[in-house]
């Protein structure tokens, strides 16, 4: 999948280093709700687990090959989202250095008429921490609607009972 300026590809051992450098970022994971990285084997694992999965996709930037973020769909996260059945999650961030640049938008946009003309899925839900609205900003561009239901989670990283803005996109 790709558009004039990213591709989304699987994600490769390879990708480690460049996950790490992202990753070990606090206010990165913090915003998605996963702790730092604290080392490229760290990284190298998740890749290999979490990310190791034909609905998880690296996005690059064409201009320079090189990873900037992560966007994927699945079964719901460690959250309480109140996820209907079969509904699967949506979830994406890329590196501080490219916060603000609209990527994340069209990552959004690709995986979603990727869903539309791949699968029969009828909705997909997804949620951010009320301190990052830009995250849900990306999601209503595309027809995530705010539910009205706020989840509140200690399971993720600084959850605590953040609460998280629930939003769902119909078919």
């Not at 004039?4 to 280093?17: C, K």
């Not at 995250?135 to 200690?154: I, L, Q």
Request: aromatic share 10%; glycine share 10%; hydrophobic share 35%.
């Amino acid at each position: 999948m790709e558009t004039e300026r990213i591709l989304l590809r699987h994600w490769q051992d390879s990708d480690a280093d460049v996950l790490y450098e992202y990753a070990k970022e606090p206010e990165v994971g913090e915003r998605a709700g996963w702790p730092p990285h604290n080392s490229r084997e760290q990284s190298l694992e998740i890749i290999r687990t979490v990310f190791n999965n034909p609905t998880t996709w690296a996005i690059v930037l064409k201009e320079t090959g090189k990873v900037v973020g992560a966007i994927g769909y699945g079964p719901s996260c460690d959250c309480s989202l109140p996820s209907r059945k079969g509904e699967p999650t949506v979830g994406y961030w890329v590196g501080k250095p490219y916060w603000g640049m609209g990527i994340c938008t069209e990552a959004l946009r690709l995986m979603i008429e990727h869903i539309r003309k791949t699968t029969t899925i009828p909705s997909l839900i997804s949620g951010h921490f009320i301190d990052n609205p830009a995250s849900g900003r990306v999601m209503e561009k595309y027809g995530f609607v705010a539910t009205g239901e706020t989840a509140f989670d200690n399971n993720l990283y600084g959850g605590e009972g953040k609460p998280i803005r629930v939003l769902r996109l119909e078919f």
